[in-house]
């Protein structure tokens, strides 16, 4: 996996170095570590930075170098720079830095970690909080070949960290016999009301553990098996995961018990001005989470 790790020089930068570090250390292919400076005065800082990023994945002291590592430094506005490099290179994914800006400034301001995510065709690994080994990944899916999608690219993920896959599933208040598949259950809003009275099927799938949906010829169990199947393909281990609620409750819930170092979702583009006061179930996660979370453009 061909990895472009970014960073400025501040906490939230050099924590995305030390993150995805964990994950070249595991890659046959060469990463890129590019530093961005704002002003040409900053570009010493910036180079520091660039040389602990590459102790980082040697794993070793910081008077060390890596000679698998390419390094680039860029001057101007980060997030033009790293859309610049991605868009000359070619990269399988990307890691950069978050702070976790909450609240409605973020959807109004927007940020560099942000922009990246909308605007960039690979996958994006926004890196927050301090996590110094990826044990556990946990992709959230609500079906579908985008699901599939983000699976696989947990998997190979996984592979480098030889971390464990949970595959989870959100069980809203209505079943994928009433929404069709084509649908998200994350577009339908906890007030939007059944088009029809449940049946007796319909109702038992709402509560429905992972095991029991697998079992059935519900569109929730055959994806879940295909899901499960696309990582023992990869020989990853993994499980399969159904919550019953909210989705956003439910994912934040999961996340605060399993323990888990990295969070997998798909991602929608949106366009035009919905985007200032709109957002998916990823710009959410990243909003109610200090995990690290990895966006995989689905459409």
Same mark, same amino acid.
């Given at each position: ?9 501040? @906490?939230?930068?050099q ?11 595991g890659s046959?292919e060469?990463?890129t ?18 040389r602990?990023?590459? *102790?980082?994945?040697a ?15 860029? %001057? ?15 990269y ?5 830095? =978050? ?16 922009? !990246? ?5 690979? @996958?994006?690994?926004?890196?927050q909080g301090?996590f ?6 946990? %992709? ?13 690219? *947990?998997?190979?993920?996984a592979?480098?960290?030889? *971390?464990?896959?949970?595959v ?33 099927t ?9 095991e029991q ?13 295909e899901?499960l199947?696309?990582?023992?393909d990869?020989?990853?281990? *993994? ?5 019953h609620?909210? %989705? ?5 819930d ?5 323990d ?9 583009? %949106? ?13 959410? !996660? ?5 995990? @690290?979370?990895?966006?995989?453009? =689905?459409?």
């Amino acid at each position: 996996m061909r990895m472009l790790l970014c960073t400025g020089g501040s @906490p939230h930068g050099q924590a995305a170095l030390r993150f995805g570090a964990i994950l070249v250390r595991g890659s046959a292919e060469p990463a890129t570590l590019l530093g961005v400076a704002e002003h040409p005065e900053d570009r010493a800082g910036v180079e520091r930075a660039l040389r602990e990023g590459e *102790a980082w994945l040697a794993g070793a002291p910081v008077p060390r170098t890596l000679a698998r590592a390419r390094i680039k430094v860029r %001057v101007g506005q980060a997030a033009e720079q790293i859309l610049e490099e991605i868009a000359s290179g070619e990269y399988d994914l990307v890691v950069v830095g =978050t702070r976790g800006r909450h609240g409605i400034t973020r959807f109004l301001l927007g940020s560099t970690a942000e922009r !990246i995510t909308r605007q960039a065709e690979v @996958p994006v690994l926004l890196v927050q909080g301090n996590f110094k080994a990826i044990e556990r990944i946990v %992709v959230c899916t609500a079906g579908g070949e985008p699901g599939l999608a983000a699976t696989e690219l *947990a998997g190979r993920v996984a592979r480098l960290a030889r *971390a464990h896959v949970t595959v989870l599933h959100v069980m809203s208040q209505l079943p994928g016999s009433v929404v069709p598949p084509h649908t998200s259950p994350f577009q339908v809003m906890p007030q939007t009301p059944a088009p029809h009275e449940l049946s007796e099927t319909e109702a038992r799938d709402l509560d429905a553990t992972a095991e029991q949906l697998m079992s059935s010829d519900t569109w929730e169990g055959k994806h879940l098996r295909e899901a499960l199947a696309i990582l023992a393909d990869m020989e990853v281990p *993994a499980e399969a995961r159904v919550r019953h609620g909210l %989705v956003l409750d439910e994912i934040v819930d999961e996340l605060r018990e399993g323990d888990y170092a990295l969070v997998v979702v798909g991602s929608r583009p %949106v366009s035009g001005w919905m985007r200032f006061l709109l957002s998916d179930v990823s710009q959410q !996660i990243i909003g109610c989470t200090d995990r @690290p979370v990895l966006v995989a453009r =689905t459409g």
